[in-house]
């Protein structure tokens, strides 16, 4: 079936440096994609979103780009701070499904050096 | 405001036990979602409802039965635990605005199911 996929298990960067996450989606008709963080022992925290009519949208420090030629989905945390450090979860939701069924992808962990 | 609370934290369960796990919101979402969690996994959900008294299938429902009779409750229940359903479970909720359920799902911090 389809799913929602991440090219790297694991990135490690520099405290104040900028991040890069990425994510790969195969449903070209899913209309709505979201970030979550999940720190150790606790539940997914929603960080940013977008709908598939976007292509870019910013909240504080965040930003996503959504690239629907290549379903090319990519989170950016400018200035990395360790309080950054969990793993990052995109999602997409399928159409037809009103946003009541959430397709996640496996996980990216983000370890921040100081 | 609590959010989203799921209770227990912890839970070792033998094979072919039951057990209920719960989760209340005090937010009147009316939409709720139970989610599992396994190793190198994304989430995958399990059951959800629109509303009480409304409840679906999700991609892995399988040994799973749930129900809705408020809008702050939505317990999850195992009726003969099975060693493959070891995991950590997520409840979450959002609000409805118009047809679909635009705002982002609050989640719990998890149950961590050990069956042994």
């Known amino acids: 079936g389809e799913s929602v996929g991440l090219h790297l298990p694991t990135l490690s960067v520099q405290e104040g440096d900028n991040s890069i996450i990425n994510c790969a989606y195969s449903n070209s008709a899913s209309d709505y994609f979201i970030w979550y963080k999940q720190e150790s022992g606790k539940g997914p925290q929603f960080i940013i979103d977008i709908r598939s009519n976007m292509d870019k949208r910013q909240g504080q420090r965040v930003t996503v780009l959504l690239n629907k030629t290549v379903k090319h989905l990519s989170l950016q945390i400018a200035a990395t701070q360790p309080g950054d450090s969990a793993v990052y979860f995109c999602?997409?939701?399928?159409?037809?499904?009103?946003?009541?069924?959430?397709?996640f992808g496996s996980g990216t962990r983000l370890q921040v050096q100081p | 405001n609590a959010g989203v609370t799921q209770t227990p934290k912890f839970q070792v369960l033998k094979t072919g036990q039951s057990m209920t796990l719960q989760c209340a919101q005090d937010m009147n979402h009316e939409y709720m979602s139970w989610y599992r969690q396994d190793p190198g996994m994304g989430l995958r959900l399990i059951h959800y409802?629109?509303?009480?008294?409304?409840?679906d299938q999700g991609e892995v429902p399988n040994g799973y039965n749930v129900s809705r009779s408020t809008t702050e409750d939505f317990p999850l229940r195992l009726l003969s635990a099975a060693p493959s359903q070891t995991s950590v479970y997520f409840c979450?909720?959002?609000?409805?605005?118009?047809?679909?359920?635009?705002?982002?799902?609050?989640f719990g911090n998890g149950t961590r199911l050990t069956v042994t």
């Open positions: 409802s629109v509303g009480a008294g409304i409840t």
């Open positions: 999602a997409e939701s399928p159409p037809g499904t009103g946003r009541r069924a959430l397709t």
């Open positions: 979450a909720s959002s609000y409805r605005s118009g047809s679909s359920y635009n705002s982002p799902l609050h």
